[in-house]
């Protein structure tokens, strides 16, 4: 069997069979793979302890028939702190679950890989609350194409003033003060929080000090435009999957 090496971040595991897990990996070079690691459950097991959700990892990976196999791994970074923070494994599992939901199979997406380390470590090193979620979110739907429209009106187009604004998460992005019947409403500051997030380097936003309320309401706008989008693409895919089911049902009957 060939043989590849590549660095990943496993983001989800399932326990099959008798003592086998199937690991979902975000990878620098693959992007979203889904492979098996064979009797790492048993207590003697010399990948089992490379294999924990968040770690990065050298992985040798053999191309299988349906599925890769892992026949070697080794932990290259430890994120101590997220294993053992309960809080600090909730944001993780976050990350990781709209890295599973919005990334397909095997499309290349590097620089949303080092931006998911990059995260990682700053999660895992980091103490009380933090912008870090912030910034992962929307700098993941910006590299996936889903960036909200954070400068133009979404229904008339025009640009935004100074003044009432909202937000919708159906059309993606902001309202100005005639149309935001249609949305929830906002304010500016938000808005310009989720700009700077989007456009500057992590170095300029941990200088910021802002209120409380401020990365509240900021925090109320993305996850709810992140939940809708998740909502969407899973039902989008269920939609697929099914319609896949039904053609090959239908390819039987022929
Ligand atoms: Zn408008």
New binding site residues.
Partial sequence: MPTYKTLGIVIRRRNINEADRMLTILTEEQGKVTVVAKGVRKTLSRLGGHLELFNLVNFVLAKGRSMDIVTGAVVERQRGEIAIDLDKVARASRFAELIDILVHDKEEHRKLFWLFEDCLNYLDRSKGANLVDLYFFINTLSYLGYLPELY???????RLKEGNIGWSHGQGGV??????DEGIRTDVESIKLLRLLAEEEPSVVEQLNLSRELVQNVQEVLSGFVNFLSQRELKCDKFWKSLQVDLRNFADLG
Avoid at 152 to 158: D, G, H, L, N, T
């Fill in positions: 133009e009106c979404v229904k008339c187009r025009e309202l100005c003060g005639d149309c935001l």
